[in-house]
């Protein structure tokens, strides 16, 4: 086997960065509460035996939560992630992972010491190679199990406290959409329909943007691995003055049936889609977890909504009104916060006015309700791909507003924000541990960029540039050879009329008066000629 081909395969099964991982999900781990399993590389636990990382107890933060739930002990996302482990692999330098075999985002090479800046583009700006390849990948993703990771089908005490784990396989693509899922579902405080929903670990507070940038990290790092193509970024949908869902077609996320128009085109592969956790109230009333079975067909019809909840959708102005705003969070940190950016750019304060509305849906939350299907459902919004599109521009703005206004850390919200959402709580439900204030930082810190956010040089060169060497490289070896056929062809007929010339019989010397090479017409001034060739 070659070697490129054996770190394909080395790199594609080598355990990676999601909860739940496989690992960790035995009834002696989940009792022990110690998820620290051991790195491949060196068969030592979280690989320090090459100086990787090491097994340290979990430390959270006790800094208080806001009033907005006001339970403790009822729900196993409290203090994450102490009920399921309170041991994980702390791990060093450049590295990372729930067993430290990764490399932090922007990093890579077997020692991760190769730092690298990925740009991730706008979709119109791909080649249609380029877009032809990442719809296969996002349905390769949708079709191919995962190796490393599994869902939980149950609460810890349904788990008789770790004794019987109740776990399951899950896709790539759908293993994200049940953790989109699992970070915003209802607390189950016991009993049929007895749930707490003004719960949220990801949304409706501060820790929404870095939340979902380390969600989009770690996608685009699965897709990598999936397809070994790591040169691969997440596009961005630019929907700033929009008049109607441009990316809604069947070249790329699939467009309208003509027999049914919530459902997608027969003509796009998102049509034989099925999506998972999108029944939220029956999971309450049965007081269960989804359990990622397929629940019916994507659905989509986008523009036919409530026009008074989404009026039309985000224009530049709007966008140019949030960025403007100078606090990140203000008041109770939630969705009535005033003057927020955060609260603005999510969508529950007018982008004009900074101050938080009712009835209404704007920002990133109007893209939502303006597709009226599976993208309208906060549980079950990622089951639409063109979530991940819309998500990667909204980072973008994100993006933006940390470099014009460069807030230090201490801006970000370190006590009394909802659950979930304070500097030092670690995010649901991932493991490894990452807290809500290490990132907010940078896309530069993290090893990506947007191609609009580019200076104009490099933006010429991604925007303009780039998709002409991307068609040249695709088309090379057709180039290569009309360029060998032509040679060939041409070297054939040189040597025929070598061959011709050799057999051409040769004329006798004549010694007495020599032709004229040229002849001139007996009219005087003609400017007529011929020659005797």
Known sequence: MSLPLLLFFIQFWSPSLQQFPRPCTTPDVLQSKRCCPVWPGDGSVCGSLSGRGFC??????????????????????????????????????NYMGFDCGECKFGYFGAN??????????NIFQL????????????????????????????TYAQMNNGSTPMFADISVYDLFVWMHYYVSRDALLGGPGNVWADIDFAHESAAFLPWHRVYLLFWEHEIRKLTGDFNFTIPYWDWRDAQDCQVCTDELMGARSPLNPNLISPSSVFSSWRV???????????????????????????????????????????VESVLSLTDYGTGLMDRRANMSFRNALEGFASPESGLAVTGQSLMHNSLHVFMNGSMSSVQGSANDP????????????????????????????????PIGHNDGYYMVPFIPLYRNGDYFLSTKALGYEYAYLQDPSQRFVQEFLTPYLEQAREIWRWLLAAGILGAAVA????????????????????????QPLLNSSEEEGSTSYQTTL
């Open 56 to 93: 340290q107890d979990v430390t959270v933060s006790d800094l208080p939560d806001g009033p907005q739930y006001p339970h403790s002990g009822l729900d196993d996302r409290e203090r994450w992630p102490l009920v399921f482990y309170n041991q994980t692999c702390q791990c060093a330098g």
């Open 112 to 121: 991760c010491g190769e730092r690298r800046e990925s740009v991730r583009r």
């Open 127 to 154: 080649s249609v190679s380029e877009r032809q390849r990442f719809i296969s990948y996002l349905n390769l993703a949708k079709t191919s199990i995962s190796p490393d990771y599994v869902i939980a089908t149950g």
């Open 276 to 318: 998972i956790c999108s029944q939220p109230e029956d999971y309450n009333q049965r007081e269960v977890l989804c359990d990622g079975s397929p629940e019916g067909p994507l659905l989509r019809n986008p523009g036919d909504h409530e026009q008074k909840r989404v009026p039309r959708l985000p224009t530049s102005a709007d």
């Open 386 to 417: 063109i979530f991940l599109l819309h998500h990667a521009f909204i980072d973008s703005i994100f993006e933006q507003w940390l470099r014009r206004h460069q807030p230090p850390r201490t801006h970000y919200p370190t006590a009394n924000a």
């Open 491 to 514: 070297g054939i007929i040189a040597v025929i009329i070598t061959v011709a010339c050799r057999r051409r019989p040769k004329r006798r010397k004549s010694y007495g008066e020599r």
